[in-house]
């Protein structure tokens, strides 16, 4: 483990354009993600995002089953006190977008993020968080529905 922190840390990792104008939004924000907590903390370090971004970060330190079980996601929801229904997971993964499903949280899929092409087993796709801003900023300002 220490050697992958080591590897995080020694590489220059990429994120989706507009990361920081989705993390600008007046919402909750949770990380659930099936790395460990040392993981998340490198990556984060890496491209230079504070975990003070977030009001909540699921490990896989914290979770008994990792996805595509749910109970990442569940625990989220009910730390944040926020419905499957009004809430959105940003996934990239197969396992990741069964687990969001199972937990009845909308899926959105961000094809800069994955190697993979899930898009179709996503709710929604979008090229990037700078495509997806105005989509989600209108769902938040009148809830969730269809995709422009």
Same mark, same amino acid.
């Given at each position: #483990?220490? %050697?992958?922190?080591?590897?995080?840390? &020694?590489?220059?990792?990429?994120?989706?354009?507009?990361?920081?104008? #989705?993390?600008?939004?007046?919402?909750? %924000?949770?990380?659930?993600?099936?790395?460990?907590?040392?993981?998340?903390?490198? #990556?984060?370090?890496?491209?230079? =995002?504070?975990?003070?971004?977030?009001?909540?970060?699921?490990?896989?330190?914290?979770?008994?089953?990792?996805?595509?079980?749910?109970?990442?996601?569940?625990? @989220?929801? +009910?730390?944040?006190?926020?419905?499957?229904?009004? &809430?959105?997971?940003?996934?990239?993964?197969?396992?990741?977008?069964?687990?969001? +499903?199972? @937990?009845?949280?909308?899926?959105?899929? =961000?094809?800069?993020? &994955?190697?993979?092409?899930?898009? +179709?087993?996503?709710?929604?796709?979008?090229?990037?968080?700078?495509?997806?801003?105005?989509?989600?900023?209108?769902? =938040? @300002?009148?809830?969730?529905?269809?995709?422009?």
């Amino acid at each position: #483990m220490a %050697r992958k922190g080591e590897f995080l840390r &020694s590489q220059t990792l990429r994120t989706a354009r507009g990361i920081e104008r #989705m993390l600008s939004l007046p919402v909750p %924000r949770a990380i659930v993600s099936g790395s460990t907590r040392s993981e998340i903390t490198a #990556m984060l370090e890496n491209v230079g =995002i504070r975990e003070d971004r977030f009001d909540l970060i699921v490990s896989d330190d914290d979770c008994r089953r990792g996805k595509p079980d749910p109970e990442g996601f569940l625990r @989220a929801l +009910r730390h944040l006190d926020v419905g499957a229904g009004g &809430s959105l997971v940003f996934e990239d993964s197969t396992p990741g977008i069964e687990a969001a +499903r199972r @937990a009845g949280i909308p899926v959105a899929f =961000i094809a800069e993020l &994955s190697s993979r092409d899930n898009a +179709r087993l996503a709710d929604f796709s979008f090229e990037s968080f700078e495509e997806a801003y105005p989509w989600v900023k209108a769902r =938040i @300002a009148g809830g969730f529905g269809d995709v422009p």
